[in-house]
Each structure stands twice: as structure tokens, then as C-alpha cells.
């Protein structure tokens, strides 16, 4: 047998029995009743996520370029393990952080956290491609300094 009504006659049956003993109306409120509040722990965690993933990233990259200064060890292929899972972690991190911010002006979480990956995933993969054709530039000895004025370098 349910504890909760399931139609509205059943709800004033329950009402009249008095099956809720000595609870008042906000206990009962509290007990049928999600408690629901804005995302703000998911964006505080995937804010934190994003950054502790992105300090990892930056000082594997800046290892791996100290070791091509020092001995010359290849740049490429950049992608591997350790690499893979921090920029992973960056990307996690960063879309839930969006889509908790998303969250807390009224957007359902289905719809924050698809807008949220589609924009993290489209970024980081932009990103990713960049960075490897910096590190190629790099490894060839053809890198100069970049101008970010100049967009058409980047495409």
C-alpha cells in the first residue's frame, strides 16, 4: 500500500482519516514535495574541475616542451594518456559549469547541459587542433610569434 494519494479523492480520504497523525501542513508539504534549489554546487564543482584539470594540462604541456628543449624528445603526437585525461577533465568541468550556470536562469537541464557539451566539445576541439599545429611549428622550428589580430593564421 502507497503513503501517497494517488487521485484527488484519495488525497481527501487521507485528509479525513487523519492518517498523517500530528504532522502539520509543512511537514507534510516536506515529505511529498521535492526540494529543489539552483545548481550552484554543480557550477562551483565543474568551475573547480575545469581549473584543477587546466593546471594539470598546462604543466604536462609545459613538461613535454622542456623536454624538447633539453633533449630534443618529440612534441607530437600530443595525445597521450595523461594529456588525453586532463583535457577530458577540462571539458567535463567546463560543461558543467555552464550548464549549472545555465540552470540557475531558468533553463531545464536537459536543454543547459546539451547547449553546454555542444559549446565545450566545439571549443576544446578548436583548441586542441590549434595547440597541435602550434607544437608542429614548434618541433619544425618554423613557430613565430602569434598575431592574434590575424585570424586567417588560425584557419
Known amino acids: ?92 568541468g567546463i560543461t558543467l559549469f555552464i550548464g549549472g550556470s545555465l540552470q540557475v536562469f531558468s533553463f531545464a537541464a536537459g536543454a543547459a547541459y546539451l547547449v553546454a557539451l555542444l559549446l565545450s566539445l566545439a571549443t576544446a576541439g578548436a583548441l586542441w587542433v590549434q595547440l597541435e599545429r602550434l607544437m608542429l611549428q614548434v618541433e619544425n622550428g618554423t613557430f613565430s610569434a602569434v598575431d592574434f589580430d590575424n585570424f586567417d593564421q588560425f584557419f
Open 1 to 92: 500500500m502507497s503513503l501517497a494519494p494517488i487521485n484527488l479523492s484519495e488525497a481527501a480520504q487521507d485528509m479525513a482519516s487523519g492518517d498523517y497523525g500530528d504532522l502539520d501542513a509543512q511537514e507534510i508539504l516536506l515529505e511529498f514535495a521535492p526540494f529543489l534549489q539552483p545548481p550552484y554546487v554543480v557550477a562551483g564543482v565543474g568551475l573547480a574541475m575545469g581549473v584543477l584539470c587546466g593546471l594539470t594540462f598546462a604543466r604536462l604541456v609545459q613538461d613535454k616542451l622542456n623536454g624538447w628543449k633539453q633533449d630534443r624528445l618529440a612534441l607530437l603526437p600530443l595525445g597521450c594518456f595523461e594529456t588525453n585525461l586532463s583535457y577530458t577533465g577540462i571539458v567535463l
